[in-house]
């Protein structure tokens, strides 16, 4: 263990007591977005946006889709939740200038806890226009268009464990000098998420995303009063089960997820199973998942990779074709991450789904 947050939370836990697994979290992730060196290949890790420029391009198309569904209205808020560095968003707005007039509608609003990657995303804009937020409370009325990608698993996760007949807690604690998982209080995940699963073996952990589930209520909620569309991408499981999924990655490795809070990317899978539903039962239309291959293909990739590769350089030529196979792929990033559409109940299927 080292670092200031480390230290942060393991004085917390020596005079507190085990602290709820989402509160470690929501520090740690806090924290880690904070620091300087997180994306790319001399950070800790990749995202699709930053493999292919075609990922955000067809990002802005389904947008674009979404604008002339709607009337091409003169004012057109598109919301970014979590966009890093701001690859997805300058690749979007590319495209979106190639549609007549639907740049000029754009009205951009990012959602960003991160003064470090707020920063980096002003100059990924180069001088397009954008407002940012701490959260959806501050964005404005109206139709709500929003698009997240790797964001809600970044989110934290409540764990719970079930130890000799009863649900209990996940904590974590302090083993010697090393954060620990330890049981905490009895307290039983929601009993509509488990009567859909088996009954539950000794040691078997159930996650719950508190903080995923009321940032969807609030979208499909806007999105059933106002009307607009939302676009998820992440990596998680179409059904819910029980399993622990939470993970800690430093440097493109696999590492305990507990050991570095701050130091490193700490995530947990995202339930799209429960998204879906939590989006209903608000009020809003969920499509999908479907996988992010699958989409990609459908949003037309390959004809836009045959457009880039005409005027590409034979490294250009490489770098697009390796990167098309790692979003595109079962074994790599095309089965594992997927994505959702949020819209009003009344809406046909859109665009790739
Ligand atoms: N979408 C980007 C980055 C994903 S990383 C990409 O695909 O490359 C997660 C992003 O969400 C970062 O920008 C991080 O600072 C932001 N973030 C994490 N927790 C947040 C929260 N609670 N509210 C707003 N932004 C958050």
Redesign the pocket.
């Known amino acids: 263990m080292s670092g200031e947050t480390a230290s942060r939370l393991a004085a917390r836990i020596r005079a507190e007591g085990p602290m709820p697994l989402a509160a470690f979290m929501g520090e740690a ?2 924290a880690y ?1 904070r620091r300087e060196r997180v ?1 790319g290949a001399a950070g800790d890790f990749v ?4 493999i292919s420029q075609i990922f955000g391009e067809l990002i802005g198309i389904w947008f674009a889709l979404r604008w002339h569904a709607a009337g091409r209205p003169a004012r057109f808020p598109l919301v970014e ?5 701001g ?2 968003i300058s690749d979007a707005l590319r495209a979106a200038r190639s549609v007549p007039g639907f740049a000029d509608a754009i009205e951009l609003h990012l ?4 003064p470090t ?1 707020a920063a980096a995303q002003a100059e990924a804009l180069a001088g397009f226009p954008a407002t940012w937020h ?2 959806l409370e501050t964005l404005p009325d109206g139709p709500l268009h929003l698009v ?4 809600l698993d ?2 934290p996760v409540t764990q719970f464990v079930f130890r000799g007949g009863a649900w209990r807690e996940r904590r974590v604690g302090l083993f010697r000098q090393d954060f620990a998982f330890v049981d905490g209080p009895e307290a039983a995940p929601p009993a509509e998420m488990l009567s859909r699963l088996p009954p539950p073996r000794e040691g078997e952990i159930f996650e719950t995303a508190p ?1 995923a589930e009321s940032f969807v209520a609030t979208v499909a909620a806007r999105i059933a009063a106002s009307g607009g569309a939302a676009l998820v991408f992440d990596y998680g499981h179409a059904e819910s089960g029980f399993g622990d999924t939470v993970q800690a990655v430093s440097r493109h490795r696999y590492v305990q997820p507990l050991a570095d809070p701050g130091e490193v990317d700490l995530t947990a899978h995202v339930d799209f199973a429960r998204i879906a539903e939590t989006a209903r039962a608000h009020g809003a239309a969920a499509f999908g998942p479907a996988d992010q291959g699958v989409w990609l293909v459908a949003m037309g990739l390959p004809t836009r990779l045959t457009v880039l590769l005409r005027q590409a350089t034979p490294e250009q030529t490489e770098e697009l074709v390796a990167g098309t196979r790692r979003l595109t792929e079962p074994h790599a990033m095309g089965r594992l991450f997927k994505t959702l559409a949020l819209l009003p109940v009344s809406a046909a299927p859109p665009e790739g789904f």
């Open positions: 992730v806090a977005y994306f995202t699709a946006p930053e939740c979590g966009p890093g560095r690859a997805l959602v960003e806890t991160s990657l701490a959260d997240a990608n790797e964001f970044a989110l903080a």
